[in-house]
């Protein structure tokens, strides 16, 4: 452990194995860093490109404290990871963000309740933690509404809309009967993002504003910088950020997905406290990307310029879509970033495509 | 072995563990590959980032083929990788480029005639097989002159400047007395470089020429695109980049280092058979940098565009210049690129620095 910048040649951790922790692991290599992973999961893609691979199940505390006292520090790379697996390591090593940055963002009740708190508005909503609470939370929201659990979900998992009374019973059933969250539907012009780094000396940095098209609750593209996005709107999405990062006391990267609003502003949907799919763009078109971003905060580095050199529009590669590798490869206007994924499934995230222009 | 691209989750193995296996490992990554890393010499930089890393001399003929078998194609980082150990790879896998780049590169003397014979001007030399031969040799060349070992020089070891005839024993002495070539000093402007890539199907393209700037013989600084180059000077170093990755038969990057005569034109210097530290600027000011262009070629894929979005001044950090990486790290327009090297000395190549401003 350490109070100043970790010096190059330091170990950085990352709990998680996934493409978020392959790509960081790249990242934080160009830096001069040892990178080492830990991941349940065998030969998973950050594995195949670290010094160093833990496969073991997040709950073996002694694999995570073998894993974590050989780190400088410690960060992980979704939101989901065992409060604590992240306890066990934070006894040996520092973990970067801390425990307080999952812990309010693994339940959706805290989450919103922590931005409200924070000055920053979402959509309505109301608590849900058994059956008998969602009439009344209809009366309160209203209709159309999107039944969520508190915990867990993901890429549109564990949702549920409902768009009228007699759907309430089947939309419980559908999320599996878990304590859930109701939310109002935000009458949304389009989807944004602000994704931004807090370094450990509580600077916020912003990328701009980036829009976000999903399809089955899954991101299929991001256009950065979001096109007609006025000065003062942006000024907002860095207040925004700064209220959230600064309330989390979050260390890192983390992303902000916000509903506009038109003349209304804009909304919090929900937040990630890492390195986020809507940023992906900010790897090939900016002076310093999301990757490492990260990286930088985790090893108590200054954070880098995000300035975009070029704008932008990033396309997820989800199941069968990667295998027209080929055919992007052949692209000039495509930056193609695969994860080394074994299996091509429906809805997995194989890769993505940048495509830059012009600012 | 495959006689089309290789598919994203093949296996491309690098022969070289050092700061260019390192970088094109990390790139090979990002299109989806497993990379694989063959080096005599424990703990290398490449072997921090590689899905795996084989640690045996380049002698052992077992070792190199058990790495060559498991992998769909084979590449190397340097020009010094014995022969011998490229042709056991050869024996169960793809090697890309071919033993050709590398038998008439690791020779300074068979390099300057087949560029000759490639129709391309080079400085005027003459053969100093042994320490007879040198009165001659300066004779015909011409002093000053400088003298320097047929094999193994780089970074400016194994060459000794002659200014008058008596220096000749002393330069002798000075390379070891092995077999040599005494080249003529060329009255240039500046040293230029282009940097290419030649694809399974033939196709060349290039990087814009870039301005490099050496110190006791190591590179210090390349500035990309160089100024003042004239559309005319760019397309023949496109046609000497044609010429010479032609001649070889060469598949992936390639580098020619120029002298630019100014009105006199361009005369070849020497050629690396690989990527560059010349063209370490590409990596993050255009499309596709050098060392994404390599792992295309040697999969068989298209090449990517080498376009510049940016403009970029390269520093190399050499020695303790890296230890400056926390004063860098805080420079916003700084992006810092270090190796992973354990030990800063006097000379060795610890880093590099890529500083972008818009075209």
């Not at 073998?66 to 065992?82: K, Q, S």
């Not at 309010?104 to 609470?133: C, H, M, S, W, Y």
């Not at 019973?169 to 539907?185: D, F, N, R, V, Y």
């Not at 600077?203 to 910088?225: Q, Y």
């Amino acid at each position: 452990m350490s109070d100043g910048p970790l010096a190059p040649g330091s170990t950085i951790g990352i709990l998680g194995g996934g493409q978020l922790g392959r790509m960081l692991a790249t990242a934080g290599a160009a830096l001069g860093f040892d990178v080492h992973v830990f991941e349940p999961e065998p030969d998973c893609p950050a594995s195949r490109v670290a010094a160093r691979a833990y496969c073991a199940p997040w709950d073996d505390a002694g694999a995570v404290e073998a894993f974590a006292a050989r780190c400088d520090a410690v960060t992980y790379e979704f939101e989901n990871v065992p409060l604590d697996t992240v306890a066990v390591a934070a006894r040996v090593s520092q973990v970067r963000p801390g425990a307080r940055s999952l812990e309010l963002t693994q339940d959706r009740l805290t989450e919103k309740r922590f931005i409200n708190q924070a000055g920053v508005a979402t959509v309505p909503f109301a608590d849900v933690t058994d059956r008998d609470d969602l009439g009344a939370a209809i009366a309160r929201i209203g209709l159309p509404a999107v039944l969520k659990t508190r915990r867990f979900g993901y890429d549109g998992k564990g949702q549920a809309w409902i768009r009228q009374t007699g759907d309430a019973g089947a939309a419980w059933t559908a999320i599996g009967g878990k304590p859930a969250i109701l939310e109002g539907a935000a009458d949304f012009r389009r989807e944004l993002s602000v994704v931004a780094a807090r370094s450990v000396d509580g600077e916020v940095k912003a990328w701009p504003l980036s829009e976000n098209v999903h399809g089955d609750g899954i991101l299929e593209r991001t256009t950065a910088p979001a096109p007609g996005v006025d000065a003062a709107t942006q000024a907002r999405a860095l207040e925004i950020a700064r209220a959230i990062g600064g309330g989390l006391g979050h260390v890192g990267v983390f992303a902000v997905e916000l509903f506009d609003l038109g003349p209304d502003g804009l909304v919090v949907n929900e937040i990630a406290p890492r390195v986020h799919n809507t940023g992906h763009w900010t790897m090939d078109a900016c002076g310093c990307g999301q990757f490492e971003q990260h990286m930088r905060a985790v090893a108590g580095w200054p954070l880098g310029d995000p300035s975009p050199h070029s704008a932008c529009v990033m396309t997820n590669l989800i199941g069968k879509d990667a295998l027209n590798w080929e055919q992007i490869a052949g692209d000039p206007a495509a930056r193609l970033h695969l994860y080394g994924k074994r299996a091509v499934r429906a809805g997995r995230k194989m890769g993505h495509v940048n495509r830059l222009s012009p600012l």
